[in-house]
């Protein structure tokens, strides 16, 4: 039996070999008969023609907006602009602060800074302070609402994102464009805002109307918080001290407060550009940003890599020294 046994075991395996070759020719064969997808030096994303139509689109409906009709959109638009056609790249972190980057990725925000830049400068105070108080007064709103909802077990639901955004907007806004004085009255009042909130989710822990977990997450950033996150308000406060101190002094300050602290790059351009920085074909394609149209770096404030432990008051620690700061020049 032994001498049938070879002979039988080697045609199996020459059979096998052809079976492979075969398979490895027909699928080489049907990659490149009509599809070159795979066979080309970067594959064609199949989403690219769609999001280059949905790029084009808001750019068209942009430039037929009012300002008015743009800030109206900001707030009751919805909240498919936030995820289209710019975007963030999802965080796994808990409580990752990126309210900087959802307001910029929105091309919508950006048209409104972009119009508030060229106004006169009397006029542009005003608008600041208006809009600074117009976008808090609905913020409180969707607080209350918020906070009617715990209290009282309503089944209503409140989208935070819009009335954040553009809270963000008018205060990055004021840090630009607004005298000293104006940005740091704006300041105080967020604090008072965000002091009664606190106070107010600590009432809801304590009667066990909510947890504790929830809770932070309304004022300690992500999604879902009732705050600008404390990344965006340091950034935004150290925006304004820039009228007053140098780059130097600003480094010094910062050294002493914040020991380590690490700093971002961020590309922007106007609304109308072909592509941003954070459009989808840019970041999953590869993409060049249009940079034709103009375009300007912000450089943002990072928190130390080391503040890993009670990061959150850490951070709250800066704001309050920033703050005193802003308080020693009124």
Not at 185 to 196: A, G, M, S, T
Not at 224 to 237: A, E, K, Q, T, Y
Not at 288 to 316: C, H, M
Request: proline residues 4%; glycine residues 4%.
């Amino acid at each position: 039996m032994s001498r049938y046994l070879f002979p039988i075991s080697k045609n199996l395996i020459v059979c096998v070999i052809i079976f492979i070759l075969s398979g490895v020719l027909f699928f080489v064969a049907w990659l490149s008969s009509g599809k070159n997808i795979a066979l080309s030096p970067k594959p064609q994303y199949l989403g690219v023609p769609e999001q280059r139509q949905r790029i084009d689109g808001f750019i068209k409906q942009l430039t037929t907006e009012l300002l008015e009709d743009s800030i109206r959109q900001l707030l009751y638009g919805g909240t498919d602009q936030f995820y289209y056609p710019g975007t963030l790249e999802s965080s796994s972190l808990k409580f990752y602060e990126d309210n900087f980057e959802e307001m910029l990725s929105n091309r919508r925000s950006i048209k409104i800074l972009d119009e508030i830049r060229v106004m006169p400068p009397q006029k542009r105070e005003e608008f600041c302070k208006s809009l600074f108080e117009r976008a808090l007064a609905i913020h409180k709103k969707v607080f209350d609402d918020v906070f009617v909802s715990l209290t009282e077990g309503s089944d209503d639901t409140v989208s935070l994102q819009s009335t954040r955004n553009l809270l963000c907007v008018s205060l990055f806004a004021s840090a630009e464009f607004t005298a000293l004085k104006t940005f740091n009255e704006e300041v105080v009042i967020l604090r008072k805002f965000y002091e009664d909130v606190v106070a107010a989710l600590k009432i809801c822990v304590s009667n066990s109307q909510l947890e504790q977990v929830i809770a932070d997450n309304y004022t300690q950033g992500g999604s879902g918080s009732l705050m600008p996150d404390n990344r965006f308000l340091v950034n935004v406060m150290v925006i304004a001290l820039k009228k007053v101190y140098n780059e130097n002094d600003i480094s010094l300050m910062l050294s002493k407060i914040m020991p380590e602290y690490r700093t971002k790059d961020i590309l922007i351009v106007p609304c109308n550009a072909d592509t941003t920085a954070f459009d989808i074909p840019v970041y999953m394609e590869g993409v060049l940003v249009d940079l034709s149209k103009g375009s300007r770096t912000l450089r943002l404030l990072e928190w130390p890599n080391a503040w890993a432990i009670l990061q959150y008051y850490r951070e709250r620690n800066v704001i309050t020294q920033l703050e005193k700061i802003l308080n020693e020049l009124r």
